[in-house]
Structure formats: C-alpha cells, structure tokens
T-cell receptor, first 115, second 115 residues
Framework: GAGVSQSPSNKVTEKGKDVELRCDPI?????LYWYRQSLGQGLEFLIY????????KSGLPSDRFSAERTGGSVSTLTIQRTQQEDSAVYLC?????????????FGPGTRLTVL | AQTVTQSQPEMSVQEAETVTLSCTYD???????LFWYKQPPSRQMILVIR??????QNATENRFSVNFQKAAKSFSLKISDSQLGDAAMYFC????????????FGQGTILTVHP
C-alpha cells in the first residue's frame, strides 16, 4: 500500500515569505508527527497529532510555526515570515496509534531552503 | 528531559564483516522503548529494530541485533555480515513515559560499507 507522502519534495523561498508543507499519512493512522532535521540541531520533534487534535506542540520553535490536521488525515505545517535558520528537512511520520512501542512510518521529507 | 547520545559520527566496515554502533541515553522513566532507525540517501527513515526496556532479552532482526544494558543506559546496534545496502545514517531513538510515542533522536552515525 501507499506510504507516507510529503510535498513538495524541495522548496526554495526568500526570507520573509510564508511556506506550507504537506503530509499525507498512511490511511487509517491516527497518530501523526512532524520532525525537523538540520545540520546544527539534528533531528528534533516539532508537533504531534492524535486525530485532528495536537496534544503536544512543545517542539514548535516559535509562533511563526503552526500546523493543522483535517479529517484525521492530511496535515499542513505552515512557516510564516521564513528565516534562514528555518532551512532544514522537514519530516512527517505516521503511526497506527500513539503508543510508545509503535513503529513510525516516515515520509521522504521536504527540503526547505530559505535564501 | 530524556537525551540520546551517539558518540560515533562516522563508522566504516568491510562488506561481510561485523560493525557495532554505540548509543547511550539518559532517562528517569521506568517504562520506555528504544529504536534504531536507518536513513539512506533517499531521506526516508526506516525502522531497523526496537527494544522494550522491561525485556532483558536483546532484540534481534535477521543480521541486526542489539546489546541492551539497562543499568548502564546503553543500547548498541550490531550489524553482522554487512552488505553494501546497509550504508546509511543510523539514528538511535527513545520513546517513553507520556510522550505519546514522540521520538527523541541521537545525533546519528554515518555508516560506510566498503566492497
């Protein structure tokens, strides 16, 4: 079956512009996670969704970052007024449930470059 | 807060040989899980192996096995009979307590396999 997909694969934007990153999880997976992978900070958690709710937003680095999930499926991560330090690969993962034991299935990521 | 440390930025191995990747972690939680994920150049993270903290027996998956030392908070990955396809970045990860399955990652180890 289809895995987790993310779009776009690559995004180049100018400093100060807004960007939207999309994640399509595996059908039926209720848990969805966003992570950021950068050279300086490694792999870090951003936000977790259970269904359409986000019980844990603790990893969002600033109020310029927001995310939503609709229909218990697609999620969008929005970065407003992008800065150069936002350049990174943004990874989305989904899991059947939110248990600590569960395997997370990752998408290929979106590479964001802020000029 | 939980931390995960991988002290080997890079490792190399000859094809068909055995290599061990190191990982240590710090936590005050009693119920947690540990994972090794592989990230090839395609960026798509893949679960290699996982371990439940309360199980003393080390997990194995074909050529992959772990050495889990709970008291020492150590979780190393052994790859036997290394293959060219094993070349990738390997991440050690932790999930535990009430974290809803969110992963805390180590810095990663780049594994090169020489023919």
């Amino acid at each position: 079956g289809a895995g987790v997909s993310q779009s776009p694969s690559n995004k180049v934007t100018e400093k100060g512009k807004d960007v939207e990153l999309r994640c399509d999880p595996i059908s039926g997976h209720t848990a969805l996670y966003w992570y950021r992978q950068s050279l300086g900070q490694g792999l870090e958690f951003l936000i977790y969704f259970q269904g359409n709710s986000a019980p844990d937003k603790s990893g969002l680095p600033s109020d310029r970052f927001s995310a939503e999930r609709t229909g218990g499926s697609v999620s969008t991560l929005t970065i407003q007024r992008t800065q150069q330090e936002d350049s990174a690969v943004y990874l989305c993962a989904s899991s059947p449930t939110s248990g600590n034991w569960n395997e997370q299935f990752f998408g290929p990521g979106t590479r964001l470059t802020v000029l | 807060a939980q931390t995960v440390t991988q002290s080997q930025p890079e490792m190399s191995v000859q094809e068909a040989e055995t290599v061990t990747l190191s990982c240590t972690y710090d936590t005050s939680e009693s119920d947690y899980y540990l994972f090794w994920y592989k990230q090839p150049p395609s960026r798509q993270m893949i679960l290699v192996i996982r371990q439940e903290a309360y199980k003393q027996q080390n997990a194995t998956e074909n050529r992959f096995s772990v050495n889990f030392q709970k008291a020492a908070k150590s979780f190393s990955l052994k790859i036997s009979d290394s293959q060219l396809g094993d070349a990738a970045m390997y991440f050690c990860a932790y999930s535990g307590g009430t974290s809803y399955g969110k992963l805390t990652f180590g810095q990663g180890t780049i594994l090169t396999v020489h023919p």
